[in-house]
């Protein structure tokens, strides 16, 4: 049986009615509220009578549109669906039903292979392979890409009819970067597909420029009152033109990108070209050199991306810079894995030698914002760059960048009760020549603050007094060198002498184990740290190269204090 398309809506809505239980439906309710629908759709009102609704609800109960809806009065007055997981959405097509949809496949395949047509090629053989599965009760025959679990498709169809109709909506949007929901009146003109993924195209209001919305991150949408605005300079087919994916920027111009493909790809891309002009410039024994003129946006380092080592950006230069890096950033995610057998070895050596080194603790994007961070307070404070004592106190944004997984697991190993008493910052630049010679680093357990005799340098500000031999501290005490430079021999690198941490040394004995010991050059990669215990002898030459060595330097305790300090009163009283 044929049905128009107000009869659809009046079943439709009458069907969200009895779905919803929260509300008692008498058939005056249910005319109202479909009036409400057709006056949404038609944008005037439409007289629906008593009559009407009720031959509705009697053809939704009988079995002409398949539906055989389980429609129920109770109380002499309200209507229900008797079963409450029941919808006419979830009704299997009729058997009329299926022969027109029969027919109209058999009527589009007509037109396959006209170009006009071309578009309609795989909506062709989707609604024949659905016929086939509903008439056989065979399984299909054709697997579609297809994403079941993919939020936001429910807001499809009414967008589509807000477009439409060229109405404003009002949506309440969260992105991923966003740390709250944002509600916001929203003209769209399209709506568009990438990658199995949808997005709303449109702009917020008449002097921004257009954007794009991905349905999974729409949270509500619903109609404003406010004026529909216009653009006029939106050209729905030329939009893309320029772009791969829904990232395009209207005023950047395309770019001339070359790309080689190894044989092993070459099919692939070749069959399935990145863009419309795409061109195979020259081939060789090895691969294929194409060409295309697009924007530089994400989508496209994500095509280039994911045929990893097959591909090759020969230009623009912009274009391989950005790659590179990005590959080197995903090399760096598996290098900074540390395992719990490298935690292990690191805390007996530094338990036994007094020192250990362990690479790979950050990543290089991690280290390049530690970087971009000090080079914009140095700046904006206009202080020396040497060194920087509370510098997380100074600086508490670091601190998101420092304390991450590993820096974590890796404390935790050392000694799970440690807690942070210093932290400061050098950098030794090739101007700042410094160095220091053979020394331990003396532990003082710091209780009150009184003037003491015999300490000098920052120390001298108030005396300290240590209640414990230095050799008793160091056991509870070790530091952590962050490297934010390659470290070597010719930038200033520590020397240690491994097992110079048990006790406290004279002067004497210090010059006789250092001119008789051969030292271990402490060389250490971007990004990796190393650890010390206080009492280990150690020294730093001059620097030989014009290179800079900067290093965050962490200090750990786990020392028990009298009269029963808390956590937070030992951060507090520990604060350099």
Not at 53 to 71: C, E, H, T
Not at 525 to 532: A, D, E, F, I, K
Not at 549 to 557: C, K, Q
Request: proline share 3%.
């Amino acid at each position: 049986m044929a049905v128009n398309k107000n009869a659809l809506i009046r079943y439709k809505t009458i069907d969200k009615c009895l779905q919803n239980r929260f509300r008692q439906w008498t058939l005056n309710d249910l005319i109202e509220a479909v009036s409400d629908a057709l006056y949404e759709y038609e944008g005037k009102d439409v007289d629906v009578s008593k009559r009407t609704v009720q031959l509705d609800l009697q053809m939704m109960r009988s079995d002409k549109l398949g539906y055989n809806a389980p429609i129920v009065v109770y109380n002499r007055k309200f209507y229900k669906y008797d079963d409450d997981d029941y919808s006419i959405t979830n009704s299997p097509i009729s058997n009329q039903d299926l022969t027109k949809l029969s027919e109209a496949v058999s009527f589009l395949k007509q037109f396959q292979g006209f170009s006009h047509f071309s578009e309609l090629g795989s909506m062709v053989q989707k609604l024949e392979d659905h016929v086939y599965t509903q008439k056989t009760h065979e399984k299909s025959l054709i697997d579609f890409e297809k994403n079941d679990n993919l939020k936001g498709l429910e807001f499809l169809d009414e967008l589509y009819q807000f477009i439409l109709k060229k109405e404003t909506i009002e949506i309440t949007y969260q992105s991923f970067k966003a740390r709250k929901e944002n509600t916001f009146l929203f003209h769209a003109y399209l709506l568009k597909e990438f990658r199995n993924r949808w997005f709303l195209i449109g702009k917020r209001n008449k002097n921004e420029g257009i954007m794009n919305l991905a349905l999974d991150r729409i949270i509500a949408i619903k109609k404003s009152d406010s004026p529909y605005v216009i653009d006029h300079n939106f050209d729905v087919v030329n939009y893309y033109n320029n772009a791969i994916g829904v990232s395009v920027s209207p005023n950047l111009e395309p770019e001339h990108v070359l790309l080689y493909v190894t044989h092993k790809q070459a099919p692939y891309v070749l069959t399935k070209p990145f863009h419309h002009s795409q061109k195979e410039v020259s081939r060789d024994y090895y691969g294929v050199t194409i060409s295309l003129d697009v924007q530089l946006n994400f989508e496209l380092e994500k095509e280039i991306l994911g045929l990893g080592e097959g591909i090759k950006v020969i230009a623009p230069e912009r274009l391989k810079r950005n790659i590179k890096e990005r590959l080197y950033d995903a090399i760096d995610t598996y290098e900074t894995e540390i395992n719990d057998k490298s935690l292990r070895t690191i805390a007996k050596r530094l338990e036994h030698k007094g020192f250990g080194i362990l690479n790979h603790v950050y990543t290089k994007r991690d280290i390049r914002k530690l970087k971009t961070r000090f080079d914009a307070y140095f700046k904006a404070h206009n202080e020396q760059t040497f060194g920087m004592r509370k510098v997380l106190k100074k600086m508490p944004e670091l601190k998101e960048i420092l304390f991450n997984k590993n820096f974590k697991k890796l404390v935790k190993s050392i000694d799970r009760n440690a807690f942070l008493t210093k932290a400061i910052y050098f950098d030794k630049s090739p101007k700042d020549n410094w160095y220091v010679t053979w020394h331990q680093d003396v532990p003082i357990n710091v209780l009150e603050k009184i003037d003491t005799e015999g300490f000098s340098s920052w120390t001298n500000k108030k005396g300290v007094i240590s209640v414990r031999p230095p050799e008793a501290i160091s056991k509870n005490t070790f530091s952590m060198r962050i490297h934010l430079d390659d470290t070597t021999v010719k930038n200033g690198a520590l020397k240690v002498i491994p097992g110079s941490h048990n006790k406290q040394l004279s002067t004497e004995d210090i010059n006789l184990i250092s001119t008789n010991s051969i030292p271990f050059v402490s060389e250490v990669t971007s990004g990796g740290v190393q650890l010390l215990k206080p009492l280990v002898l150690h020294a730093s030459s001059e620097t030989t190269v014009q290179k800079r060595r900067r290093v965050l330097h962490l200090e750990f305790s786990s020392i028990e204090l009298p009269n029963g300090l808390s956590y937070a009163e030992r951060e507090d009283l520990f604060s350099n």
